[in-house]
């Protein structure tokens, strides 16, 4: 119950918490409250309450996109991605030369460490807006 009042249904938040308070010693009268709050429940037109959050998703998404910086990379360009939050001053803000190997169309792209010696590669994949062109 406590799960479709976060998920869906704030309607029914006040019996959710208010039940949940006696769940540890109920009377009678709270079971009769339960089946009432199970009959809303299964009343409910499921179908529309599903629609509606496809409905959020998409315009998120939509508004999301919209925001979406816009990149001409290609394969083989060489770029630098600024490091995480967790770099102390002084220190370098990127994470150095990498290779794109694949652009992908939502945004990310697969990079590979650049390295002078012959070592393993590692290959990842970053979000456009960590990176920024190689700057000589």
């Not at 409910?44 to 959020?56: G, N, T, Y």
């Not at 998703?57 to 360009?77: C, F, M, S, T, Y």
């Not at 995480?84 to 939502?106: C, E, F, S």
Request: glycine share 6%; net charge positive; charged share 25%.
């Amino acid at each position: 119950m406590l799960c479709a009042y976060v998920t869906c249904r704030p309607d029914i938040g006040h019996a959710a918490i208010t039940l949940s308070k006696f769940s540890t010693c109920p009377h009678d009268s709270h079971f009769a409250m339960l089946k009432k709050v199970a009959k809303h429940l299964r009343a409910a037109d499921w179908q529309f309450v599903k629609e509606r959050k496809q409905k959020l998703i998409l315009q998120n998404n939509k508004r999301e996109n919209a925001k979406r910086k816009p990149h001409a990379h290609r394969v083989g360009d060489t770029v630098v991605v600024k490091a995480g939050a967790t770099n102390k001053h002084g220190y370098d803000p990127h994470l150095g030369l990498m290779r794109i190997t694949q652009v992908d169309d939502n945004g990310t792209v697969k990079l590979i460490k650049v390295s002078e010696e012959n070592g393993g590669a590692v290959t990842q994949t970053w979000n456009v807006w960590n990176m920024q062109p190689r700057v000589a």
